[in-house]
C-alpha cells in the first residue's frame, strides 16, 4: 500500500496521458446523473452497472453500450470532455491525447463532423486550467496576459495540452472508417493528430481497417492500434508490420510477436488497471510491464478508462512503483520519456521537456 505522501508526489508530479478513451473516462457523478435524468431510455438497472468494478472484457463493451445512450447528444458530449480534460489537469496531466470514436446519431442529428464539433466546444469550455489545443491559442493567451497586465499569475496557472485522436470502431466497415480519417485530417488545424483503432477486439477483421490506417498514415497522422487483447497471433503479425506509432495492451503476445515488437521499437501503451479488471492478464506479477521494463522498451503508462476502471494516471503510477519497485526517481523518468512518444509537433515537445525540467528542481 503506498502512503498518502507517495500518492501525493504521485500527483504533484507532471505526468503525460496518450491512452484515455473519452467515453470511458466520464466521472461516476456525471453518469449517474445523465442515468437518472434520462432514466426511461435505460432499460436496466445503471446504477449498479456503473457502480460495479470487476468486469469481464465482454461486460465492459455491454457497458460501453449503454454509456453511449447516456452521452451521445451534442450538449452532453462538450460537457463530459470539458470535465474529462479539467480531471486529467486536476491531477497534473500536462499533455493528454484524447480519443474517442466519432459517432453518428440520426434521431439526434448526429453527424461524426457535428460530435467532433461537440468535443472541441467542450475543449473550448475549459476553464479551470490553461488550454492548448488550437496552436495558435498560445500566443493568443500570453497576448491577453500581458494586455490585463497579470502575465505572472498567468505563468503560474496550470496548463494542459491536449490533442485528440479520433477511434475507428472495430464494428465499423471500411467506408466508415475512411470517413473518420478523412474527418481527422479536416481537423487537423483543431488539435486532431492521429487514429486510434479500438473495439471489442473479438469484432471485425485487419483487412477491413487497413486501407484506412494506411491513408492515414501516409497523410501523416499518427496511428496507434489496440493490439493483442485477446488471442489472435495472425492479427498480432500484421498489425506489427504495419509499423504503427504506438501500440496498446499487447497482452496476448508471444515469444515471436515481443521478438517483433521489440526489434521494431514499438511503443507501448501499458494500462495496467485495465487489463487486470478485464482478466487479459491474470495478476500484477505476470504483466509485460517488467519485461519491457528491464529491457528499456518504449512503454508509457496509461489509465485506458479512468471512469470506468475507477483508476487514475497518479494511481498507475502508484501501482507500478508498488509492484515493481520503482522509487521516485524512475517514475519520474518513466513520465518524462512519454514526452518523445506523444504524436504532437516538436513545439510542444520542447514545450514539455521544460516543464519536466522545472519540475524536477522542485520535487528533487
Ligand atoms: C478496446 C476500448 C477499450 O470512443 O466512445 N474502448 N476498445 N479495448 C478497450 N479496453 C478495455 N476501452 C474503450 O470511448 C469508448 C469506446 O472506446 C473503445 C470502445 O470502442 C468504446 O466503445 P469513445 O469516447
Known amino acids: 500500500?503506498?502512503?498518502?505522501?507517495?500518492?501525493?508526489?504521485?500527483?504533484?508530479?507532471?505526468?503525460?496521458?496518450?491512452?484515455?478513451?473519452?467515453?470511458?473516462?466520464?466521472?461516476?457523478?456525471?453518469?449517474?446523473?445523465?442515468?437518472?435524468?434520462?432514466?426511461?431510455?435505460?432499460?436496466?438497472?445503471?446504477?449498479?452497472?456503473?457502480?460495479?468494478?470487476?468486469?469481464?472484457?465482454?461486460?465492459?463493451?455491454?457497458?460501453?453500450?449503454?454509456?453511449?445512450?447516456?452521452?451521445?447528444?451534442?450538449?452532453?458530449?462538450?460537457?463530459?470532455?470539458?470535465?474529462?480534460?479539467?480531471?486529467?489537469?486536476?491531477?497534473?496531466?500536462?499533455?493528454?491525447?484524447?480519443?474517442?470514436?466519432?459517432?453518428?446519431?440520426?434521431?439526434?442529428?448526429?453527424?461524426?463532423?457535428?460530435?467532433?464539433?461537440?468535443v472541441i466546444e467542450g475543449l473550448r469550455a475549459v476553464k479551470a486550467v490553461d488550454i492548448d489545443f488550437v496552436p495558435k491559442l498560445d500566443a493568443e493567451t500570453l497576448a491577453n496576459c500581458h494586455s490585463a497586465g497579470n502575465l505572472q499569475s498567468c505563468l503560474q496557472r496550470k496548463k494542459i495540452h491536449v490533442r485528440?485522436?479520433?477511434?475507428?470502431?472495430?464494428?465499423?466497415?471500411?467506408?466508415?472508417?475512411?470517413?473518420?480519417?478523412?474527418?481527422?485530417?479536416?481537423?487537423?488545424?483543431?488539435?486532431?493528430?492521429?487514429?486510434?483503432?479500438?473495439?471489442?477486439?473479438?469484432?471485425?477483421?485487419?483487412?477491413?481497417?487497413?486501407p484506412a490506417l494506411r491513408f492515414a498514415k501516409e497523410q501523416g497522422l499518427g496511428v496507434t492500434l489496440h493490439c493483442g487483447e485477446v488471442p489472435n497471433p495472425g492479427e498480432i503479425y500484421a498489425m506489427l508490420d504495419f509499423l504503427p506509432g504506438r501500440i496498446g495492451h499487447a497482452c496476448f503476445f508471444e515469444e515471436d510477436h515481443w521478438r517483433k515488437l521489440k526489434s521494431?521499437?514499438?511503443?507501448?501503451?501499458?494500462?495496467?488497471?485495465?487489463?487486470?479488471?478485464?482478466e487479459s492478464i491474470s495478476s500484477l506479477d505476470v504483466h509485460h510491464f517488467a519485461d519491457l521494463y528491464n529491457s528499456e522498451h518504449p512503454l508509457i503508462l496509461c489509465t485506458d478508462d479512468p471512469g470506468v476502471f475507477s483508476t487514475s494516471v497518479s494511481g498507475e503510477y502508484i501501482l507500478a512503483s508498488t509492484t515493481f519497485g520503482l522509487g521516485q526517481k524512475e517514475m519520474f523518468r518513466l513520465a518524462s520519456n512519454a514526452v518523445d512518444f506523444i504524436f504532437a509537433d516538436n513545439r510542444v515537445k520542447e514545450e514539455l521537456k521544460v516543464t519536466f525540467a522545472s519540475a524536477s528542481r522542485e520535487l528533487d
Open 164 to 210: 485528440l485522436l479520433l477511434s475507428i470502431d472495430r464494428r465499423e466497415t471500411t467506408e466508415a472508417a475512411m470517413e473518420t480519417v478523412n474527418l481527422a485530417l479536416q481537423m487537423k488545424h483543431l488539435g486532431v493528430v492521429g487514429i486510434d483503432l479500438s473495439g471489442n477486439p473479438t469484432i471485425g477483421e485487419w483487412r477491413t481497417f487497413l
Open 264 to 278: 521494431y521499437k514499438i511503443p507501448v501503451e501499458v494500462c495496467l488497471t485495465s487489463n487486470i479488471r478485464t
Open 1 to 118: 500500500m503506498a502512503s498518502h505522501r507517495e500518492m501525493d508526489w504521485c500527483v504533484a508530479m507532471p505526468k503525460v496521458e496518450l491512452h484515455a478513451h473519452l467515453n470511458g473516462s466520464i466521472r461516476d457523478t456525471t453518469l449517474l446523473e445523465l442515468a437518472k435524468e434520462k432514466g426511461n431510455v435505460v432499460s436496466v438497472d445503471m446504477e449498479h452497472i456503473i457502480l460495479k468494478h470487476d468486469r469481464s472484457l465482454r461486460e465492459v463493451f455491454k457497458l460501453f453500450d449503454l454509456i453511449h445512450i447516456l452521452t451521445t447528444d451534442h450538449e452532453t458530449v462538450t460537457r463530459i470532455t470539458k470535465e474529462v480534460v479539467e480531471d486529467f489537469a486536476a491531477e497534473n496531466v500536462v499533455y493528454l491525447e484524447l480519443r474517442t470514436t466519432p459517432k453518428r446519431n440520426d434521431a439526434k442529428g448526429m453527424s461524426k463532423k457535428s460530435y467532433m464539433q461537440a
